[in-house]
């Protein structure tokens, strides 16, 4: 187990405010991922992060912004929410060429 | 950019019968494939993965996918369906330097008894 937790593990918000989501690893991996998952359209990355301030954007980084300040923290904002932001979001971490790890996700509902 | 393509959304099969999940890739260099199961309410799994050597690799759960070159096709096999295994299947194509693992949509399997 590669010790990724994710909070909340459901969240609530309103469309234009703010909302953070946190990804916690526990075994020092570099490289981190937020992807957010929508029907029909699989898992799509969203940032990334290769170490500490260390940041890039994915395939749908419009409205979000990442910050890694600590190895093990990796946080998603939504600036400002929106409705087409409602989805399930997951972190995962690379461990070298093993493929990636998926946290449990956040189901994020924004009305 | 690399992509995925999983033709079939939803594919229904009997316990205890064979199963081939399909899955084709678009990418220009030998790419890194990746299967991943997941389960309602819950992450993904790797269930196998193909970067080099044999084309036909063996995985977690009696799963087991051939790497197709001429094809541009990973698809994910099993003997022998078990009830337990209905859940999500997701292909994945990395690209060299494996930070931008693009997914395919999805194929749900639905296992009758």
């Known amino acids: 187990d590669a010790g990724i937790t994710q909070s909340p593990r459901h969240k609530v918000t309103e469309t234009g405010t703010p909302v953070t989501l946190r990804c916690h690893q526990t075994e020092n991996h570099r490289y981190m991922y937020w992807y957010r998952q929508d029907p029909g359209h699989g898992l799509r990355l969203i940032h990334y992060?290769?170490?500490?301030?260390?940041?890039d954007k994915g395939e749908v980084s419009d409205g979000y912004s990442v910050s890694r300040s600590k190895t093990e923290d990796f946080l998603l904002t939504l600036e400002s929410a929106t409705s087409s932001q409602t989805s399930v979001y997951f972190c995962?971490?690379?461990?070298?060429?093993?493929?990636?790890?998926f946290g449990s996700g956040t189901r994020l509902t924004v009305v | 950019a690399q992509s995925v393509t999983q033709p079939d959304i939803h594919i229904t099969v009997s316990e205890g019968a064979s199963l081939e999940l399909r899955c084709n890739y678009s990418y220009g260099a030998t790419p890194y494939l990746f299967w991943y199961v997941q389960s309602p309410g819950q992450g993904l799994q790797l269930l196998l993965k193909y970067f080099s050597g044999d084309t036909l690799v063996q995985g977690i759960k009696g799963f087991e996918a051939e790497f197709k070159r001429s094809q541009s096709s990973f698809n994910l096999r099993k003997p022998s369906v078990h009830w337990s295994d209905a859940a999500e299947y997701f292909c994945?194509?990395?690209?060299?330097?494996?930070?931008?693992?693009?997914f395919g949509a999805g194929t749900r399997l639905t296992v009758k008894p």
């Open positions: 992060s290769y170490g500490v301030k260390d940041t």
């Open positions: 994945a194509v990395g690209a060299g330097n494996n930070n931008d693992m693009r």
């Open positions: 995962a971490i690379r461990q070298g060429d093993h493929g990636y790890t």
